[in-house]
């Protein structure tokens, strides 16, 4: 029964245009066609000084028994085109509601967003795989990134800032170059570009996109992460996780909980 009201929730938009669709097809459709069946087939001179009766006429006609099977075609075309138009409308909305995300981003330059803070479409991590607190190399940490990455990826995108901690101190990441064979911005990226691909697969590489930045003398990055159209899973010792970006922080969810919010999404 829940998952009867997830699906009909989710579809309201189809199931609205399929009403309005049936009944305009019936109630509309058929009897117009009737009217220019009758102005095509009479040519009177003074048909259109009829023009009110002739559609009521029309209009009355169209309803009777015999003509049943014709206006219930014009309701079945009615229904099929609400239904082509409530699909239309509902993925309208779901790439209006990507593109919010996308515009609040693109409004920002680099020390604005910094300065903002993180939020939903915003993450600081101070580094790739350095631990600043223990001072070496934890290739830990790269999961934590693409925890990160994945729950941008289940929700609405957003921007992933390396370099920068919690707080917004620019820390650069001359630290993260140090641990890596190539060090240098271009080992940098290969190393993200290896873990999306190997974690995600790499189709999702098409969707991330990596710039660097030079920022009070450090150098930076940022990771620009498209929603994903098909839910990603982070693998965690002998489990799957779905992560979500919600709000500033990015949460594991529980299957029941996944299933309820991929409907709601898709």
């Known amino acids: 029964m829940q998952s009867v009201y997830f699906i009909a929730k989710n579809n309201k938009e189809p ?35 009829q023009i009110g009766k002739i559609v009521s ?68 991590k101070s580094s790739l795989r350095y631990d600043y607190r223990q001072v070496k190399t934890d290739k830990n940490l790269e999961h934590i990134v693409l925890k990160e990455i994945a729950g941008f990826l289940n929700a609405n995108g957003g921007i992933l800032v390396l370099g920068v901690d919690d707080s917004g101190q620019i820390l650069g990441l001359e630290n993260d170059y140090w641990t890596l064979k190539k060090k240098n911005k271009d080992g940098f990226q290969q190393r993200i570009i290896l873990l999306v691909s190997n974690t995600f697969g790499k189709d999702i590489c098409s969707i991330i996109h990596i710039t660097f930045h030079t920022f009070q003398n450090n150098e930076i990055c940022t990771i620009y992460i498209e929603p994903s159209r098909q839910p990603v899973y982070l693998k965690e010792g002998n489990r799957t996780v779905f992560y979500l970006r919600t709000g500033n922080i990015t949460n594991p969810l529980t299957t029941s909980e996944a299933v309820k919010y991929l409907k709601i999404k898709s």
């Open 15 to 49: 199931a609205i245009h399929s009403l309005v669709g049936l009944l305009a097809g019936y109630f509309v459709l058929h009897p117009a066609s009737m009217v220019i069946h009758w102005f095509e087939s009479n040519n009177s001179p003074d048909a259109w000084a």
């Open 57 to 124: 006429g029309s209009f009355v006609h169209s309803f009777s028994l015999h003509m049943m099977p014709m206006s219930l075609a014009f309701a079945v075309l009615g229904l099929v085109a609400g239904i082509v138009s409530g699909f239309y409308y509902k993925s309208i909305k779901k790439k209006n509601r990507q593109l919010y995300g996308k515009r609040q981003l693109l409004q920002q330059s680099l020390p604005n967003l910094i300065a903002s803070g993180e939020s939903e479409f915003v993450e600081f």
